[in-house]
Each structure stands twice: as structure tokens, then as C-alpha cells.
């Protein structure tokens, strides 16, 4: 009878479960998770590059450059790898010491996924000037969240070499950026939204080590016609605010599937505990946490804490009452800060023990939000941002002079009327700018004039005359050197400036705010300093 055999050789052919494999050649390596989406990657073995992308029988690296760290950590990289004891996780380790590089970067697969791990090691800032990884990848010409934003293929270069106009409309690769406390999840996709390569921050760990805070954002996504760019900046010149950090990035995660978009939250990287890889620092028995509660700022606005010092930044949000727990933090003493969304509330120092959680309650100390007093007008909120005023609501997304975009010059604004103020006033486009108020009587007392900024360009800073009188021009602001607002950023070190109204300027009827721009710098329409508005209040 043959019905024995043929149930043995069933039951046998059921039992063969695909592993991860890896395959080595005198150039590459090719890792095959045995994923049920045949998720095979080729690993160049002298550079690290990824050579070839294959998910679901389908090629989508693109072969006229590859897939690395910054432009490629080039020949005598040293690649290897190794296994787990389990079997199931493949870590591939790339090492550059050099004049552009010192730095390990590290690659993991897992059995079954099709995902890569990553994490980065960097003694210092690569002589590029920046740290990301970039994967250049073909049949993938949408992007998620934000569309066409960065969609630069067949476009014309309208400032340097990365603003463009397509179809009438301007794009940017730096129009894709989110904030880094909001950005979870981001991917190219095909038209039809079915295969997905997204770029996935599981936790804080994916942001611990780079620069700029909660509010930093940059380049996500530009498909600029060859392939898609999909980029994880770890750090870069972008509208910097503060120096770069040394150590273990990561982990971060770059996904691939056919089901939607990948869940951060449930992307899991525990298993990076057990891997021992250089300057990566666990979590458990090495970090500690603070809790507490904020105070003093609305809870009609997100409210934010920031720890950070020369070796790590992290970040929550405060629940509506203010309570709030960080995420486990190395050992050590940090500057605690408190925001009304993205302005600054108040800064504090605490000290974390590993192992233990401390308790660490922040109050607002901000004037703007503590100060009693007696508002006479006041355009937009103290939010750190430039919301509500005109042109707010596109900037983020595309450049200045875009057709989209309201008039910059708008006349005469009203004290009531913030959606008509501009969010930014640039030297040479359109300074000047006018409030007008009106007042039953005169004011017989000193008022005070507060303009509050989110990010200052060229060296500008705002210079008021309310009525006859003029302020005093307020010093220079700190310099970044990086162009933000035609770039789609607008957060810097969010200036606040006061100048003080003497008594009896303030008149019966009409009176009248105006505001410009002053700066020693110059230049051409809106790459002339500039600064961006967050609130402006008159009061006394």
C-alpha cells in the first residue's frame, strides 16, 4: 500500500520551513530572510553598498548608484558578518576609518522579515558634514505622507540646486521633512500605493543620538525622475542649532511590504540587547527616568519636554494635565526643557541614576506666558510657530514665491486680522509691514511691544516704530548659515525681542505698528535676511 509513503512525504514536505541564508561570493553577499516576500538583499563586500533590492521577484535598487551611508563609504570598507546563536538574525558590520569617515555601520536581518535593522556608530561627524543613510530605488515614484511635494522629476532648478518648479508648482526634497518628535513612518510607494519602502523610527533610541531637539526636521523623501531618494538623516547642516553627537544612531528600520504602511510602534528592536554592538547602550541596567508634571502652559497646545546634553536628546509629550514620563535616558545630568508646543516655557537641569526614576515637576517662567498685564493687541500665539499668520499653512510644503501662496505685501493689517499678518518679512520683498489699531483713549503709561520669532535668516532681526517712535535696533541674533524658510523650515533659536513704548506715544484713534527687517547682509528677493513671526503683542 502506498498511502503510507505518500502521507511520510507529506507530513515531511510540511515540515521544511525556510531560514534565513546567506550566500557569499568573492563581491557580495546576498542575505535571503525567507520571507514570504522573497525579501533577497546583495551586499557589496568591499564598499557595504547595497547592490540589489529585491522584494517579491521584483529588482528595485537602482544600478547607476547604490544604496549607503552619505555618498558611499567606499573601497576597503571592512564587511562581515555574523550570526546569532538562535540562527534567526544575520548582523553584517561595515567599518571606515579614513579621512571621510570613522564610523561602523551596522546591517540585521531577521529571519522572515523584510526589514532591515540598522544602527551607526560614529567616533566623528563624516567630512561630508552631515550623517544619513540613503537607499536610490526604481518603480517607486509616489511618496507617503506627503504626496508630490518632493515629486522634482522633469522640473526647473529655481534656487540652487534643490528647489524646482514642476508643472507650475514649486517642489523640494526638503518639503517632505516632519518633525522628528512627529515623524514616525515614512515611505516611497508605486502609484497604486501597493508596495511600500518606507523608513521606520520604532522609538526614541532611532533619535537619541542626532541633533537639533524635538522640533528638528529634514530631508525624508525626493523622487527626482532616475530614482527614488528615501533618506534617514541622523544629522546634517540643515538649519543646525546645535553641535552633532558622537555614538551609536539607532536602531532605525527600513521596511518593505505589501500590506499598508508599516507600524513604528510595533516594529520591534529589543533584540538589539543581545547583539553587543559598539557604543550601543542598553536599556536595561543602563538608563534610568523622570517623571513629573508641567505647569504654567496651556493644555489647549502640545506640550513638550526636552532632556538633552552633549551625548544624547529625548523628548515626550505631557498629557493635559502636564503629567508626563521620559523614555529610559543613560545616566548622567540634563538640561530639561518645557514647551507651549515649540516655545520655550522654561529650562531646568535634572540627574538620572540608572536603574531608578526621578521626579522632576517644570513651571513655565517664559514672561510671554507668566507676565500679568494688560494686552492692548495681539497677532498669533506663543506657539514657537509661525501658525494662523499668512501663508503659514503652505510654507512648510512649498517655496515663497510659489503662486499658490498669498501675497507677502498685504497693506495695512489689522490688530484683529493675524491670518493677514505675513509669517515672515523679508528685506527685500516686503518690508515695512503695517499694523493698525485703534485705542477710545490715549495711553498715559509705558507700553511694551514684544515680538516674538521662530527663526532668523542673513542676520535679521525685526526693528518696530509704533507711531512717531522708533525702538532701538536689537542686536544681531545668532547665525545659522543655512537657508530655512524657502527650504520649508522655519524653527531656529526662537528669538523673543521687547522694546518699550514710552508714555504717551500710544494715542485717541488711530495708531499704528510698523515692522521691518534689519540686517548688515543682503540679497536677492526672499534669500534676502528674513525673519519668521511666532506672536507679536502690544501691552502694558
Same mark, same amino acid.
Given at each position: 500500500?502506498?498511502?503510507?509513503?505518500?502521507?511520510? %512525504?507529506?507530513?515531511?514536505?510540511?515540515?521544511?520551513?525556510?531560514?534565513?541564508?546567506?550566500?557569499?561570493?568573492?563581491?557580495?553577499?546576498?542575505?535571503?530572510?525567507?520571507?514570504?516576500?522573497?525579501?533577497?538583499?546583495?551586499?557589496?563586500?568591499?564598499?557595504?553598498?547595497?547592490?540589489?533590492?529585491?522584494?517579491?521577484?521584483?529588482?528595485?535598487?537602482?544600478?547607476?548608484?547604490k544604496s549607503h551611508i552619505a555618498s558611499g563609504l567606499g573601497s576597503g570598507t571592512s564587511v562581515s558578518y555574523t550570526t546569532s546563536p538562535s540562527?534567526?538574525?544575520?548582523?553584517f558590520s561595515c567599518s571606515q576609518s579614513s579621512s571621510s569617515f570613522d564610523l561602523t555601520h551596522y546591517l540585521v536581518f531577521r529571519n522572515g522579515a523584510a526589514n532591515i535593522w540598522m544602527g551607526t556608530?560614529?567616533?566623528?561627524?563624516?567630512?561630508?558634514?552631515?550623517?544619513?543613510?540613503?537607499?536610490?530605488?526604481?518603480?517607486?515614484?509616489?511618496?507617503?505622507?506627503?504626496?508630490?511635494?518632493?515629486?522634482?522629476?522633469?522640473?526647473?532648478?529655481?534656487?540652487?540646486?534643490?528647489?524646482?518648479?514642476v508643472n507650475g508648482q514649486t517642489r523640494s526634497k526638503f518639503y517632505s521633512s516632519e518633525r522628528f518628535i512627529d515623524e514616525k513612518v515614512y515611505c516611497a510607494t508605486d502609484s497604486g500605493a501597493s508596495v511600500h519602502a518606507c523608513f521606520v523610527r520604532p522609538n526614541h533610541q532611532a533619535t537619541e543620538k542626532g541633533s537639533g531637539g524635538p522640533f528638528f526636521r529634514d530631508i525624508s523623501l525626493n523622487y527626482g525622475g532616475d530614482y527614488h531618494s528615501v533618506t534617514y538623516y541622523m544629522n546634517s547642516g540643515h538649519v543646525p542649532t546645535e553641535p552633532i553627537r558622537?555614538?551609536?544612531?539607532?536602531?532605525?528600520?527600513?521596511?518593505?511590504?505589501?500590506?499598508?504602511?508599516?507600524?513604528?510602534?510595533?516594529?520591534?528592536?529589543?533584540?538589539?540587547?543581545?547583539?553587543?554592538?559598539?557604543?550601543?547602550?542598553?536599556?536595561?541596567?543602563?538608563?534610568?527616568?523622570?517623571?513629573?508634571t508641567a505647569t504654567g502652559v496651556s493644555s489647549s497646545f502640545p506640550i513638550v519636554v526636552h532632556w538633552y546634553n552633549s551625548n544624547f536628546q529625548f523628548w515626550t509629550y505631557a498629557s493635559s494635565s502636564g503629567a508626563f514620563t521620559s523614555p529610559p535616558m543613560p545616566a548622567g545630568s540634563y538640561t530639561m526643557k518645557l514647551y507651549q508646543d515649540e516655545f520655550l516655557a522654561a529650562t531646568q537641569t535634572v540627574s538620572v541614576s540608572a536603574g531608578s526614576t526621578a521626579t522632576a515637576n517644570i513651571a513655565a517662567t517664559a514672561p510671554a506666558l507668566t507676565q500679568s498685564r494688560t494686552t492692548i493687541f495681539k497677532l498669533g500665539d506663543y506657539d514657537g510657530q509661525p501658525t494662523g499668520f499668512l501663508n503659514a499653512a503652505s510654507q512648510l510644503r512649498m517655496h515663497p514665491s510659489d503662486s499658490r501662496m498669498a501675497k507677502w505685501s498685504p497693506g495695512t493689517v489689522s490688530s484683529t486680522a493675524t491670518s493677514s499678518w505675513p509669517m515672515?518679512?523679508?528685506?527685500?520683498?516686503?518690508?515695512?509691514?503695517?499694523?493698525? %489699531?485703534?485705542?477710545?483713549?490715549?495711553?498715559?503709561?509705558a507700553a511694551t511691544l514684544r515680538?516674538?520669532?521662530?527663526?532668523?535668516?542673513?542676520?535679521?532681526?525685526?526693528?518696530?516704530?509704533?507711531?512717531?517712535?522708533?525702538?532701538?535696533?536689537?542686536?544681531?541674533?545668532?547665525?545659522?548659515?543655512?537657508?530655512?524658510?524657502?527650504?520649508?523650515?522655519?524653527?531656529?533659536?526662537?528669538?523673543?525681542?521687547?522694546?518699550?513704548?514710552?508714555?504717551?506715544?500710544?494715542?485717541?484713534?488711530?495708531?499704528?505698528?510698523?515692522?521691518?527687517?534689519?540686517?548688515?547682509?543682503?540679497?536677492?528677493?526672499?534669500?534676502?535676511?528674513?525673519?519668521?513671526?511666532?506672536?507679536?503683542?502690544?501691552?502694558?
Amino acid at each position: 500500500m502506498l498511502w503510507p509513503t505518500i502521507f511520510s %512525504f507529506i507530513f515531511a514536505w510540511a515540515g521544511v520551513v525556510r531560514a534565513i541564508t546567506v550566500t557569499t561570493s568573492s563581491s557580495s553577499y546576498v542575505v535571503d530572510t525567507a520571507s514570504s516576500y522573497n525579501f533577497i538583499v546583495t551586499i557589496d563586500r568591499s564598499t557595504c553598498d547595497i547592490t540589489s533590492l529585491k522584494f517579491y521577484g521584483t529588482e528595485y535598487q537602482y544600478q547607476g548608484t547604490k544604496s549607503h551611508i552619505a555618498s558611499g563609504l567606499g573601497s576597503g570598507t571592512s564587511v562581515s558578518y555574523t550570526t546569532s546563536p538562535s540562527g534567526d538574525t544575520v548582523i553584517f558590520s561595515c567599518s571606515q576609518s579614513s579621512s571621510s569617515f570613522d564610523l561602523t555601520h551596522y546591517l540585521v536581518f531577521r529571519n522572515g522579515a523584510a526589514n532591515i535593522w540598522m544602527g551607526t556608530s560614529i567616533n566623528k561627524e563624516p567630512s561630508v558634514g552631515e550623517l544619513r543613510y540613503i537607499f536610490r530605488l526604481t518603480g517607486l515614484t509616489a511618496a507617503y505622507p506627503y504626496g508630490d511635494v518632493s515629486y522634482t522629476a522633469g522640473g526647473s532648478a529655481i534656487e540652487g540646486s534643490d528647489v524646482y518648479t514642476v508643472n507650475g508648482q514649486t517642489r523640494s526634497k526638503f518639503y517632505s521633512s516632519e518633525r522628528f518628535i512627529d515623524e514616525k513612518v515614512y515611505c516611497a510607494t508605486d502609484s497604486g500605493a501597493s508596495v511600500h519602502a518606507c523608513f521606520v523610527r520604532p522609538n526614541h533610541q532611532a533619535t537619541e543620538k542626532g541633533s537639533g531637539g524635538p522640533f528638528f526636521r529634514d530631508i525624508s523623501l525626493n523622487y527626482g525622475g532616475d530614482y527614488h531618494s528615501v533618506t534617514y538623516y541622523m544629522n546634517s547642516g540643515h538649519v543646525p542649532t546645535e553641535p552633532i553627537r558622537t555614538g551609536f544612531h539607532g536602531p532605525y528600520v527600513f521596511a518593505m511590504t505589501r500590506s499598508g504602511i508599516p507600524d513604528a510602534s510595533s516594529t520591534d528592536v529589543s533584540f538589539f540587547e543581545t547583539l553587543n554592538l559598539k557604543n550601543y547602550v542598553p536599556v536595561s541596567g543602563k538608563r534610568g527616568y523622570v517623571k513629573g508634571t508641567a505647569t504654567g502652559v496651556s493644555s489647549s497646545f502640545p506640550i513638550v519636554v526636552h532632556w538633552y546634553n552633549s551625548n544624547f536628546q529625548f523628548w515626550t509629550y505631557a498629557s493635559s494635565s502636564g503629567a508626563f514620563t521620559s523614555p529610559p535616558m543613560p545616566a548622567g545630568s540634563y538640561t530639561m526643557k518645557l514647551y507651549q508646543d515649540e516655545f520655550l516655557a522654561a529650562t531646568q537641569t535634572v540627574s538620572v541614576s540608572a536603574g531608578s526614576t526621578a521626579t522632576a515637576n517644570i513651571a513655565a517662567t517664559a514672561p510671554a506666558l507668566t507676565q500679568s498685564r494688560t494686552t492692548i493687541f495681539k497677532l498669533g500665539d506663543y506657539d514657537g510657530q509661525p501658525t494662523g499668520f499668512l501663508n503659514a499653512a503652505s510654507q512648510l510644503r512649498m517655496h515663497p514665491s510659489d503662486s499658490r501662496m498669498a501675497k507677502w505685501s498685504p497693506g495695512t493689517v489689522s490688530s484683529t486680522a493675524t491670518s493677514s499678518w505675513p509669517m515672515a518679512i523679508f528685506k527685500s520683498v516686503n518690508n515695512g509691514q503695517k499694523i493698525s %489699531f485703534s485705542l477710545s483713549s490715549a495711553v498715559t503709561s509705558a507700553a511694551t511691544l514684544r515680538i516674538a520669532t521662530t527663526l532668523s535668516f542673513g542676520g535679521a532681526r525685526p526693528q518696530a516704530t509704533v507711531n512717531s517712535y522708533t525702538c532701538s535696533a536689537p542686536a544681531a541674533p545668532t547665525k545659522i548659515d543655512s537657508r530655512g524658510v524657502t527650504r520649508g523650515a522655519y524653527r531656529g533659536y526662537g528669538e523673543v525681542y521687547e522694546c518699550s513704548v514710552p508714555a504717551g506715544t500710544l494715542v485717541s484713534g488711530t495708531n499704528t505698528v510698523t515692522i521691518n527687517v534689519i540686517s548688515g547682509s543682503s540679497g536677492d528677493q526672499y534669500l534676502s535676511p528674513s525673519v519668521i513671526f511666532d506672536a507679536i503683542e502690544l501691552f502694558r
